[in-house]
């Protein structure tokens, strides 16, 4: 088991498949031109599925592939094809863009969960966000994994004076559809210009629920970033990620795997530690493994404060959300 200083062992893996994206959402990359790392510079494909093995072999249970976008990658299928074989729950975040070509290497490796980003249910808002006239491509492709019995969650990142008065148009969609909706309070990296003052809180978004609809809570597992609620009568339900608010560091088991080999054992870590290079020498990289996750801080990376208006986001030593993975 690959356990830290305070005793949480660490069964879950993030791997950032790539830092490049056919989407261009301010929140999630720096504003400035942005140069994507060369491809010699990221993990190969013998090279992630070396390390996923390594880490399915010392405990880790679940693995999420992320980006940027996984799917724009080249190889994407032939390494979700691989992964698909470890044994291990093997679950994805995308933009949703490239599903319909990609739904059968996904059923084939075994992916039951999809988590799709959606930040809007507005045509040309979608367009302001990402920069792509794509809206219809993405919510049809969400019906196709509905209709081949996969689940999904819709990733909502909720700003104020963008989309909070979307919130129960989102809870409305689940009322006939089997889908969770889940609303991510907006967190400071690198270059995405975060004040406390865009962001709405956990306390705020169910406030606005409460309006129109009942609300229940649901118990949720040991590890889980979100909160999670139901409303009767819908086939749906929704969860808040509340990780400015009320943040679920004490019981976090999540490790995360950047595209260029980087080892984070937080998303807020001001450090990280190089897999990818140690494995190139042929070097073995538990011990690295070890010592990186040993020393992940108590909460939040150890760099911010518990009260998020006292946060300054400038001080914060990080990575772009893009190039950490989602």
Known sequence: MITDSFGRVHNYLRISLTDNCNFRCFYCMPEEEYDFTPASRLMQTNEIIKLAEIFVANGVKKIRLTGGEPLVRKDAAQIIAALGKLPVELVMTTNGTRIAEMLPVLKAAGIKT??????TLQPEKFF????????????????????????????????????????????????????????????????????????????????????????????????????????????????????????????????????????????????????????????????????????????????????????DATTIQNRSMITIGG
Not at 227 to 235: A, C, D, L, V, Y
Not at 236 to 244: E, N, P
């Open 128 to 311: 302001m966000i990402t920069r792509r006239d794509v809206f219809h491509q993405v919510r049809s492709n969400i019906e196709l994994l509905l209709q081949h019995k996969i689940k999904v969650k819709v990733n909502v990142v909720v700003m104020k004076g963008l989309n909070d008065n979307e919130i129960n148009d989102f809870i409305g969609w689940t009322k006939f559809n089997p889908i969770q909706v889940r609303f991510i309070e907006f967190m400071p990296f690198s270059g995405n210009k975060w004040t406390s003052n865009q962001m709405y809180a956990l306390d705020e978004i169910l406030a606005v629920i409460e309006q129109d609809f009942s609300v229940l809570p649901v118990k949720g597992d040991a590890h889980d970033t979100a909160k999670s609620f139901m409303i009767p009568g819908h086939e749906g339900s929704f969860a808040v990620i509340s990780t400015m608010t009320h943040p679920f560091c004490s019981s976090c088991n999540r490790m995360r795997l950047t595209a260029d080999g980087k080892l984070k054992n937080c998303l807020f870590s001001d450090n990280e530690t190089d897999l990818l290079t140690a494995l190139r020498k042929n070097e073995d990289v538990i011990p690295l493994i070890q010592s990186a996750i040993w020393s992940k801080k108590e909460a939040l990376g150890g760099q911010m404060v518990s009260d998020f208006k006292k946060i």
């Open 114 to 119: 999809v988590n799709i980003s959606l930040d």
